[in-house]
């Protein structure tokens, strides 16, 4: 252990721009909403009728319709904003938070937890219930209003109002476009399935002569495996994503590609991603008919799809920018290549969510090939090893103290959040020495692996880069708190069920590492809650936690 000499830098002063504080409003409130549904008795919602039944279905497609406008707003204001919201920006920057209306939003909540747990249970009546309705939503406008003045006073909110101009409309019709599609594409979900069914039959029917369909359940299979192409087995999951994914990345950088014909990247890139779901499912039925029914439906049925989306996804990226035909920016392939940064903070990540990928889809329920996460980690650790020196990588006794009141509120959080779970059957049915290897492989990527290469993509990469597109020249003491605070909003995502603990665990990763400067900081903190984490799965069979 060596410790950090360097004299401690001060924090920047605690400044929230616009950003930052619509992301806060808008991460509160979806966790409010998860909040105010338990309390709904959504078995009695089902069976509503008359106003209960239009209060339902109102409420499900309206907050669908809210969340795409929020996030068209965001993005179109991003994009589009102009001097005029600038300014308002700056100025709702120097806003304090106030404390006494985030109070009153909190207690109307609680209000507003009274009366969804009222709505179903306790209203006799049409009259009754439409009472309770308008109560509600009175008092959620006025929560609403409050967590806004909370976050900024009211005339500055109307400022920036005014400066989005007609990015209100854009955003508004985008949201409608959206919403509609959705329900759009709910009715093609049958169809599209048929069409999976047909195009798997005929392409297994010359590899499998023994293959039976079965147009009316739409089920395919052999004497030994059957599979069921259910309507989410459609391909239009990864049909929307790829929507998604292709029209932000031809908005973001509508610069860059020369314009009708990259418009041709979108079609492309759905025919691709619906070939290759076609692919993923024939692929499932060879992998279940060869004898292997566990790593085929609980691996690679499901990895199969996401590992499909990267693939298109990166090779939409790669191909359309190094083509000169689609990209006004496009090199010779005979250039030199330019060195890339930002590879040496997220290629070791990356190769642990890959590598993970492929050792869910070639294991069963459970991850027996765990150590090739480690392997990936390592080999881009050691690839880029000399451009990783340059970070300073000395820490101190508060980041293993940081580390240890993460572990805490972890164990906290886990206790309410995790059901127990000893040790999975499959590990205790593998031999003492291929289960050893399996927990010294989990102990390797736990505490030192995963710690290094998740500070570097999030803190040393992302919470930089969010701050200036020139990442490497920002001092970790002067990154900005909306990118601390984005960060550890994705951070937290990434940890699933415990995704608010894991908010909280980068943001205290992050805060150790804008006071200390030093990144082996932040991958003490993280390595020592790893590693008494670990401690208590193998020392209290806490095995819900790994």
């Avoid at 052999?222 to 239009?236: E, H, K, W």
């Avoid at 972890?410 to 291929?434: D, K, N, Q």
């Avoid at 927990?439 to 880069?465: F, H, Q, T």
């Amino acid at each position: 252990m060596t410790q950090a000499s360097s004299a401690p830098t001060p924090i920047p002063r605690f400044e929230l721009g616009l950003p930052a504080r619509f992301a806060i409003l808008a991460a509160a409130f979806l966790a409010e909403k998860i909040f105010l549904d338990t309390f709904i008795d959504f078995e009695r919602a089902e069976s509503a009728q008359g106003l209960g039944a239009i209060v339902r279905v109102a409420q499900h497609w309206g907050f669908r319709l809210l969340a795409a406008f929020a996030a068209a707003l965001a993005v179109f204001a991003s994009v589009r904003g102009g001097q005029s919201l600038e300014a308002a920006a700056a100025s709702l920057r120097a806003a304090p938070v106030r404390i006494g209306w985030m109070l009153g939003h909190l207690l109307l909540v609680a209000i507003l937890a009274l009366l969804s747990y009222l709505l179903y249970r306790h209203t006799a009546t049409e009259l009754s219930f439409a009472a309770v309705v308008a109560l509600w939503i009175v008092v959620g406008i006025a929560a609403t209003l409050a967590a806004m003045c909370a976050m900024s006073p009211w005339p500055r909110w109307l400022g920036a109002a005014r400066a989005l101009g007609l990015i209100w409309w854009y955003a508004a019709i985008a949201a409608f476009l959206g919403t509609g599609a959705t329900h759009l594409a709910q009715s093609i979900w049958a169809p599209a399935a048929a069409l999976t069914f047909d195009l798997v039959g005929g392409l297994l029917a010359p590899v499998i002569p023994t293959l039976t369909a079965d147009p009316a359940t739409l089920v395919l299979g052999t004497n030994r495996f059957d599979v069921q192409i259910a309507d989410v087995c459609s391909g239009l999951e990864g049909v929307g994503l790829m929507l998604a994914f292709s029209g932000a990345w031809l908005l973001y950088f509508r610069r860059e590609y020369i314009f009708p014909r990259a418009l041709l990247m979108i079609p492309a890139s759905v025919a691709a991603i619906f070939a290759l779901n076609v692919l993923r499912i024939a692929t499932l039925i060879l992998i279940g008919d060869a004898g292997f029914p566990a790593a085929s439906v609980y691996g690679f049925h499901s990895q199969a799809g996401w590992m499909a989306f990267i693939a298109v996804a990166c090779g939409l990226v790669l191909l359309s920018r190094r083509s000169r035909w689609l990209n006004r920016t496009a090199t010779h392939s005979d250039a030199p290549a330019m060195p890339n940064p930002t590879a040496a903070y997220l290629m070791p990540l990356l190769a642990i969510l890959a590598a993970g990928a492929v050792s869910h889809a070639i294991s069963g329920d459970f991850e027996s090939f765990y150590s090739l996460r480690v392997i990936g980690g390592l080999l881009m650790l050691v690839r880029y090893r000399q451009t990783l020196a340059t970070n300073d990588w000395r820490w101190s006794w508060r980041g293993p103290a940081v580390g240890a009141l993460v572990f805490l509120l972890w164990i906290v959080a886990a206790h309410f959040l995790l059901p127990a779970s000893p040790m999975p059957e499959e590990l205790t049915t593998m031999s003492p020495a291929l289960r050893g290897y399996w927990i010294i492989s989990r102990l390797a990527g736990s505490i030192l692996v995963v710690p290094i290469a998740e500070e570097l993509a999030y803190r040393g990469y992302l919470m930089r880069r969010l701050t200036n597109a020139d990442f490497e020249s920002v001092p970790y003491q002067f990154v900005r708190w909306s990118a601390l605070i984005v960060t550890s909003i994705a951070f937290g995502l990434a940890h699933g069920a415990l995704w608010l603990p894991g908010m909280a665990a980068g943001l205290a990763f992050g805060l150790i590492l804008m006071r200390r400067g030093c990144i082996g900081e932040a991958v003490a903190a993280h390595a020592t809650a790893n590693a008494l984490i670990t401690a208590s799965v193998l020392g209290g069979d806490q095995w819900q936690l790994w």
